[in-house]
């Protein structure tokens, strides 16, 4: 697998190619945190919360959570081709990022006032109508946000950076455990007392003396304070609350601090919805992305619906408040993500520029398959530890995929732009969320289904025998496949710096002779310079 990023002195466009300032990037990439923050109660909440907390059987779940992905992805495209074609004052995309953060912020903290004494048809009307509302929201700010993205760098190397930095500050609420904190709030002095006395138990080395010292008068504190939250219902609601403070001024930040760089793509000619979709799909780079979606949603679509309950009912099955556990499992993760997003900062232009990156994203899937084949014998009834220690090694090595084929992206709308004379940085965004949105929704409604159909209780603390065995069969069956199945696909990937810089070259060369044309004709139309935001 030979590298595939060598400078091209010869086929290099003459000019350096432009990339914004740090600050720029950094301002940008904020408004992640509000992309991730309108996924998380559609994506991971829901299927958690509804059924264990207000009872609401899985199918009706899967239900509503697959209705709205239908619904929104065939919204997507729309969204996407009006954003391209908007001539707005304030850009192409910081409308639609205005009015999803607005509009979004207000759904993430009202959708969790259902009433778990509303009977099973109501309690599903409300999960409906909140996801359909909140998933639409995020596939407007994901699109219009990533396509705004694009616009930071032509460097084929640098976008590779934008990316990690974007991936750093989404990676950021992924700091706060949400669910565990829900459950904490229900009662926060006893809760409290036993994380004190978990830090005790193992603190023969006084590695824990400060969380300890910390904690127990905060326990004492809770006492007097616990009639605050009462239950976990309400303890989600105070994060609801949170959740959408942090994505309204995460959000906010993208609009007031960002200026777009090509306003003048909007006023080119153009064709309807159906003409731009199928120059989307003329681009072979792309639909091995649609492919490489695919294959990771067959399988870990399933494995998402799953693996939460396999955690609970297996893995943290005999502890204390397995819920708890659960909740716990995912702060490590998420320590060592940030930790590794932040390093992917500083390394990944250099490491993309050293392997290339075909080479990053076949690396990727490769470990994808290693971590799927494995992950059976480490996801044992009570390895707690084990499995702990097994996926922090893992998420180092599977992140460097996720950044290099973000970073592609960019690379196919200066493909397609070059193939005709158009740039639909939203629409590839929202094709890519359309298709992913119609597999998830079949596999979710498969797996409403699955889990009913395997003999799963959402009364029961403990289920019956075979229960457990059926799930990990079906999860892990699927992660593999899906697993074996990207990688495959991913060694189809044509994108190389060696294509990228001739492309840049020709679109350098268009865009010169275009602003000289415009000149000469006393034409006030804005030329492809600038920046977003230089003057932030």
């Known amino acids: 697998m030979a590298a595939d990023s060598a400078a091209v002195s010869g086929e290099q466009p003459a000019k350096k190619a432009f990339t914004a300032k740090a600050l720029t990037i950094h301002l940008y990439s904020v408004g992640a945190m509000t992309d991730i923050l309108l996924y998380i109660p559609f994506g991971f909440l829901v299927m958690q919360f509804f059924p264990l907390e207000y009872k609401l059987s899985p199918i009706l779940i899967g239900w509503a959570q697959a209705l709205p992905r239908l619904i929104d992805g065939f919204l997507d495209p729309v969204w996407a081709n009006w954003s391209d074609a908007c001539q707005s004052r304030m850009g192409r995309r910081r409308p639609f990022i205005l009015a999803s953060t607005l509009i979004g912020a207000f759904v993430i903290a009202g959708m969790w006032w259902a009433s778990p004494h509303w009977s099973q048809a109501a309690l599903f009307t409300w999960v409906l109508v909140a996801n359909l509302l909140i998933f639409s929201l995020y596939g407007i700010f994901d699109t219009t946000h990533q396509a705004l993205g694009f616009e930071l760098s032509d460097d084929f190397n640098q976008r590779a950076r934008v990316q990690a930095i974007r991936g750093f500050y989404m990676s950021l609420p992924g700091m706060i455990p949400l669910y565990m904190i829900a459950m904490w709030l229900v009662h926060p002095e006893s809760n409290t007392i036993s994380i004190v006395e978990w830090l005790t138990q193992h603190n023969s080395k006084g590695w824990f003396d400060i969380p300890i010292m910390v904690l127990s ?79 990771q949603t067959l399988g870990g679509m399933l494995w998402q619906q799953i693996s939460f309950f396999i955690l609970i009912f297996s893995l943290c099955a005999g502890m204390k408040d397995p819920k708890m556990a659960v909740g716990f499992l995912g702060v490590p993760g998420n320590f060592v993500g940030l930790g590794w997003g932040f390093v992917m900062v500083l390394i990944s232009a250099p490491l993309c520029k050293l392997i290339g990156k075909r080479a990053g994203i076949i690396f990727s899937y490769g470990i994808g398959v290693l971590n799927a084949l494995l992950l059976p014998f480490f996801m044992r009834p009570g390895q707690y530890w084990l499995y702990m220690g097994f996926t922090l090694a893992f998420i180092p090595l599977q992140g460097i995929g996720g950044i290099f084929l973000n970073a592609i992206m960019p690379d196919i709308c200066d493909i397609d732009e070059l193939q005709s004379g158009e740039r639909h940085e939203a629409l590839f965004i929202a094709v890519l969320n359309w298709m992913s949105k119609v597999q998830n929704s079949i596999i979710t409604v498969i797996a409403g289904y699955l889990l009913v159909w395997i003999g799963f209780d959402v009364k029961l603390d403990i289920q019956p025998p075979g229960v457990v065995e059926s799930m990990r069969f079906w999860g892990f069956g699927m992660l593999i496949l899906g697993a074996l199945l990207a990688f495959v696909v991913s060694f189809w990937m044509p994108i190389t710096a060696k294509r990228m810089g001739e492309v840049r070259a020709k679109l350098d060369e268009r865009h010169r002779l275009a602003a000289a044309a415009a000149s000469e004709a006393g034409s006030t139309k804005e030329p492809d310079e600038g920046t977003v935001p230089d003057k932030a």
């Open 217 to 295: 008068p905060l326990a004492r504190w809770f006492g007097g304070h616990a009639s605050w939250f009462g239950n976990s219902i309400n303890g989600i609601r105070w994060v609801g609350a949170g959740m959408a403070l942090l994505a309204l001024v995460a959000g906010l930040v993208v609009v007031f601090a960002c200026r777009e760089r090509f306003k003048w793509a909007a006023r080119s000619k153009r064709g309807n919805i159906w003409h731009s979709l199928k120059a989307t799909l003329r681009v072979r780079a792309f639909v091995v992305v649609l492919l490489l979606q695919f294959a």
